[in-house]
């Protein structure tokens, strides 16, 4: 079992910042692959960004340079660095991990509000 718990999200101002964290905790050495997803109302949940399982990274075309996905493996965290927010990446962010054991691990989710 894996557990997941994010923090980071709010209400920003058009072309602000905002930093979402993720703190995995369980069977972490099960953990072959972490990722970003969002959802706003009314849509289905998207990819965000990605670490697969080869280490390297994924990003949806809507967020590449703008949005950056890392982890501190120490930590066992990940991380949205989320910059230049538009109105329309306002959503409920949710962390994912995929174990090997063909596991799927969702957190609560954060949401996040840009608008002026």
């Known amino acids: 079992q894996v557990q997941l718990a994010e923090s980071g999200g709010g209400l920003v101002q058009p072309g602000g910042s905002l930093r979402l964290s993720c703190a995995a905790s369980g069977s972490i050495s099960s953990i072959n692959a972490m990722a970003w997803y969002r959802q706003a109302p009314g849509k289905q949940r998207e990819l965000v960004a990605a670490f697969t399982s080869g280490g390297t990274t994924n990003y949806a075309d809507s967020v590449k340079g703008r949005f950056t996905i890392s982890r501190d493996n120490a930590k066992n965290t990940l991380y949205l660095q989320m910059n230049n927010l538009k109105p329309k990446d306002a959503a409920v962010y949710y962390c994912?991990?995929?174990?090997?054991?063909?596991?799927?691990?969702w957190g609560q989710g954060t949401q996040v509000t840009v608008s002026s």
């Open positions: 994912n991990a995929k174990t090997s054991g063909w596991g799927s691990y």
